[in-house]
């Protein structure tokens, strides 16, 4: 019988925007669990990806200018540096726009639809006449149906949360270009998820995770299951079987990913897959947002037993995240960005993963202020923590040199061995705040220990006395190191070296927190943690409430520049010498610009406008100091200053050399 290894998976980031802290609320608690269960000895396979289909890709590509694939590759790289910036260490990082999960996805859904789960229906969808498509999912905006508050097309985002089906959305209007909708007749095909109630109020009792997601789920099938329409009328995605002009919905083809990513892990590694996914019950735990708890405890699980796989046996869903009390919002500006607001700046990322862990219980919502991260990391892990390490290696390599021969006090044991056990029932549990907690216990109580014993009175009379209480401290940061390894990786390692190790942290399980050999020569320690200033909150703090402010003028149409600002903008009118029709695209033309003693190559959503030869010879308004961007693969290195919907260049009344600066 094959060993079956215990697989971790992470909630796959869509590849159409950077990575913020809302991110990070899951896949830093995740990593912490690896990390802990491997120091524990156990079998853990830690899987992940970018999620590359779906309407928000599309419509972000368009609004770019750029391949879909093109976008997903930029997000797909970005989210695997960011992660690894903050250690979280994926086993397998990969994309759902890869072959494997487009092959796995096609097998999948054939096997739903040979078991007599999927049928095909004839539906109203919505349909832009001005933009001349079908409005799938992101394309339309409108009311929810339920609740009656603004909606996405497929996901009533800001009232009651429920899934929508296409053509359920009230007041339907294009989303593009803000023209009402229309109802249009289309065959789609739906996925009978209204078959496996049944099966769901069995198997949703028995999973394991956070009680937020098996309540909410078991709320959600009491009330009735409605089928899945698992086709969208998109160009980008997986095809459906046996049809070119539909694509399975990307809550089909994205959850695949996860087994899709363990084939291609295995295939590095010489294992089966099958292991990890076969059975009546796999021995996977997903940890989500609780925005998609109802995708990964209803329909998800529903589809893996329908075409025959194993249902995950854990769903760990996290609380949501606020920043200064407000609810986490983009458009509103209340977000901090992990790399531009954090990394970038050079952060400590061990700090961050700190407060992710220790602020909240998981479940609950995670509220984020720069004051109150000052706050948590000065007082706790440089006041205790980093205290607690620094004054007994200090003391320690100045009075000995070396780790003192003698053995460690029953008590001291004791104390190391309940820290243990506490952070293992927590962490068993979901409780990342209460493993968090025990650990920073121990390092309190190695405080009140080194202080009530004194070494540094008890040395002037008894040398002995004071070697066994540092032989009890080295101890206690001998167990701290191999115990805060999971939440903050790097500052576990050099407290490691400090203490004259050579190795890695990570090579030892918990069981050695009580091994600490005697005469290793101990080097000279610095402190492990650094205080976070207040001018450098001052500043994170403006950078955050500037954001809000231009959000604000945003939304109330009065974003205003100074001259200063306007004057940054390099525009001069350039000259069209040559234009051709970029390859692969209707709406791009790529157009050579004499901008004076220069020319410019400028590719600009115009085509539908203007042919080729209508453009040539024509004066226009171009940016020149925009950054280069790629747009279809061909390099942009500026852009045409154009009005309306019908792009109406702007052009001087009268005859100007090319390369005058408009002013």
Known sequence: MNHRPMLVTCGLPYTNGCCHL??????????????????????????????NHGTPIVVSAENEHMHPRELSLRY????????????????????????????????????????GYVYKKIIQQSYCPKCERSLPDRYVEGVCPYCGVPARGDECDQGCGRHLEPGEIKSACCSVCGTPAVLREQEHYFFKLSDFKDFLLSYLPKLEGTLIARNYALGW???GLHDWCITRTLDWGVKFPGHEDLVVYVWVDAPIGYISFTEEWAVQHGKDWKTCWCGDIAPVTHFIGSDIIYHHTIFWPSMLRGAGYGVPSAIVASGMLKINDQKFSKSRGYVVWANEDYLDKGLSADYLRYYLLAYTSHTRELNFSWKIFQERVNNEVVGTLGNFIYRTLYFAQKFFGKIPEHPVDEEILSRIQQSVGGMEDAVR??????????????AAFGNTYIQNQAP??????????????IRNCLQIVHALAILIEPVMPDSAQRIWLMLGNIDQVHEHLVREVST???FQNLPLPVPPFTKMEDDQIIELEKVLEKRVEEADRKVKGKEEVSMDEFGRLDIRIGKVISAIQVKGSKKLLTLKIDVGGDERQVVSGIAEYYSPEEIIGKEVAVVLNLMPVKIFGVESQGMLLAAGEQASLLVPLHPVEPGTKVR
């Open 456 to 469: 540094w009175q008890i040395i002037k009379t008894d040398r002995t006395a004071a070697e066994r209480v």
């Open 516 to 518: 600490l050999p005697a």
């Open 221 to 223: 099938v009491k009330e």
């Open 429 to 442: 549990s979901y409780e990342f705040k209460s493993a968090v907690d025990t650990m920073m216990s121990l």
């Open 22 to 51: 809302g991110h990070l609320r899951t896949y830093v608690p995740a990593d912490f669990y690896v990390r802990f269960l491997r120091r524990s000895g156990e079998d853990v396979v830690f899987i992940c990806g970018s999620d």
């Open 76 to 115: 797909h790289r970005h989210f695997e540096e960011t992660f690894q910036r903050l250690s979280v260490n994926f086993d397998y990082f990969g994309m759902t726009d890869g072959e494997t999960n487009h092959r796995r996805t096609k097998a999948i859904v054939q096997n739903l639809i040979d078991h």
